[in-house]
C-alpha cells in the first residue's frame, strides 16, 4: 500500500463495501469457506482504517479493497443521440437581426452625419456571407 500513513487513513462506508464486495468473489472462487467469509465480513463491517481492511486480504490473490476497477464507456449501435441530425443555423434569425442592424446603423448615419460609423454594415456585410 506505501507509507504507515496511507494505511492509517479512516475509511467509510463504500470502501467496506467494496471490501465485501472483494470477500465475496474469493467465497464464490473456492479461496474462502462460509465461517471465515463471515468472519472476514465481520471484521470489514468493523474496519476503521485502510490497514484494518488490507489484513483481510494478506493471504489472498487480487481483487483486494481499493482497486479501482475500469470502466469504459462505448456507444451503443441503437443509441438515437448517435442518430440525430447536426443542429441547423437559423439563418433567418441572424439576417433579420443584421438586417434591423443595418437599418439602425443607416438611420444614425444620416441622422449625425459620421459616416465612418458605416464600417459595421461591412462587417454585417461579411457575417451574411460567411453564414450561408
Known amino acids: ?71 469504459a464507456v462505448v456507444p451503443r449501435a441503437d443509441d438515437p443521440l448517435l442518430e440525430r441530425p447536426a443542429p441547423r443555423r437559423n439563418t433567418r434569425g441572424l439576417a433579420v437581426f443584421l438586417g434591423v442592424a443595418a437599418v439602425s446603423t443607416l438611420v444614425v448615419v444620416a441622422v449625425t452625419a459620421t459616416w465612418w460609423a458605416l464600417a459595421p454594415l461591412a462587417v454585417m456585410a461579411l457575417i451574411l456571407v460567411f453564414a450561408s
Open 1 to 71: 500500500m506505501g507509507t504507515g500513513r496511507e494505511a492509517n487513513i479512516r475509511v467509510g462506508t463504500s470502501e467496506r463495501e467494496q471490501a465485501v464486495a472483494a470477500l465475496a468473489d474469493h467465497l464464490a472462487n473456492g479461496r474462502l469457506d462460509l465461517t471465515e467469509y463471515e468472519q472476514r465480513v465481520t471484521a470489514a463491517a468493523a474496519a476503521r482504517t485502510r490497514a484494518d481492511l488490507l489484513t483481510l486480504f494478506d493471504d489472498l490473490p487480487e481483487p483486494g479493497p481499493f482497486v479501482a476497477a475500469a470502466v
